[in-house]
């Protein structure tokens, strides 16, 4: 509530802002990003149903981006219609009920408009009722087992890969299959609820019955943060290794949730060079760049790590899909005290933007 009032009185400002002249750019007065990097790679943007409404961000999407990913609405939490996999389990425990609320507006949306969608997320540990773990649906009752597990997983990924793409054919291009499997601190699987009740093989499985599913050409992603840790790169990399060997996987994703120098932009460039030595597809998949405050030399800060990165993934520009930033502006983003995006409150392009900008151009 608070953050939805915090947004309405920027959106105010910003239009008694844009009456005085010189004070509001419109969304033509600075170049476009996926202009700067076509034949490079995809750029990207994560949005929800509540950016649409706002006619301007719109415009922004349209002008800036390739790619948007829905950043919760097709999430199992979003997807998943509970009640209903309920009813349906007292016939077949497998069976598996989905609902597309919220992810149609966003799909709608990029159909209209031309936009490849990159699916976040089939299997995660978290934004999934805990009830989908449970016979019956029922979270009073056991752990449901490994079988009635996988065939929850064949169900769920089936539903959602055939009712996405008869309704929106090709315009979901990726998939993050998995999200989130290792854990920071044993740089191993982490023991959630998928892990518990399938087992180790959770991952593979997933792979294999989105490859079953998916459409030719698709391409399917494990997805993960904190990736430039070696403890954690090292389990990232050992179940990568796993996954090509069944030939499944496509890419990874990066998600880079970053603040300014931490972790360095050596470390980054490590982790970077050592998935992309796995000969996968790559893309950074939730970029963002944290700072304490909006001072001009943290602005530079920030402007200096996002053109990093960028030139980072222009080396890589033959193995890498896209690179998405999480959000928009400032106030939107998860993290929005830590000012990590390239637009300001105001939808304005901040000089992370140009950084960004400037990567593409220098390389050309
Ligand atoms: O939808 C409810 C709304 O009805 C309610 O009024 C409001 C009250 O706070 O909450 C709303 O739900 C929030 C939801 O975002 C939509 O805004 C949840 O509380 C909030 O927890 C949820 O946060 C999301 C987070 O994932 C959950 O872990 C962020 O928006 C989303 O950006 C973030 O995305 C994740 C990626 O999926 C995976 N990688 C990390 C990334 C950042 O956490």
New binding site residues.
Partial sequence: ?K?ISAMLITAVLTVLFCIIPGQCETTTDYPSLKEAYEGKFDIGT?I?QQTLVDMKLREIIIRQFSIITA??EM?PQSLLDITKCAELAREDETAVAVRFTGAKLILDFAQKNGLKVHG??LL?H??TPEAFFHEGYDTKKALASREIMLGRMENYIREVMAWTEERYPGVIVSWDVV??AIHDNTGWLRKSNWYKTVGEDYVARAFEFARKYAADGVLLYY?D?NTAYPGKLNGIVKLLEQLIAEGNIDGYGF?M?HKVGSPSMDMITRAVERIAGLGIRLRVS?LDIGINSKSETNLNNQKAMYKAIMKLMLRFSDQTEAVQV??LTDDSS?RAGTYPLIFDNFRKPKPAFYGMLEAAEEQN
């Fill in positions: 509530m953050r994560a929800s950043g919760n999430k976040h997320t995660w978290e934004q999200n989130e997805n943060y998600q949730h939730e999480w959000g998860w």
